[in-house]
Nanobody
Framework: QVQLVESGGGLVQPGGSLTLSCAAS????????MSWYRQAPGKERELVAE???????NYVDSVKGRFTISRDNTKNTVYLQMNSLKPEDTAVYYC???????WGQGTQVTVSS
């Protein structure tokens, strides 16, 4: 059974930083690309960042240069380092293995002064 547990969200001021973590289990983590999505109130869930099994990364234009996705295959964990946060980054953030239909509970990120 696939399990994804996101953590690290919270309330941060504009310009601040947060690091999200996602602990995965129930599948062979190192075999899958991993992604981070987010869903803001009243909006559709959008892909934010993706990391392949070979550590290649892709980002949505709105977070390029500010967010960094990484993975630790020894810990079955994917991370999202978020810097220079903006109010428009406010959303629930989810991780997801590419090609597996499973979601965690998400972690709330609120950027506000």
């Amino acid at each position: 059974q696939v399990q994804l547990v996101e953590s690290g969200g919270g309330l941060v001021q504009p310009g601040g930083s947060l690091t999200l973590s996602c602990a995965a289990s129930g599948f062979t983590f190192r075999w899958y690309a991993m992604s981070w999505y987010r869903q803001a109130p009243g909006k559709e869930r959008e892909l934010v960042a993706e990391i392949t099994t070979g550590d290649s990364t892709n980002y949505v234009d709105s977070v390029k240069g500010r967010f960094t996705i990484s993975r630790d295959n020894t810990k079955n964990t994917v991370y999202l380092q978020m810097n220079s946060l903006k109010p428009e980054d406010t959303a629930v953030y989810y991780c997801k293995p590419v090609g597996i239909r499973s979601w965690g509970q998400g972690t709330q990120v609120t950027v506000s002064s």
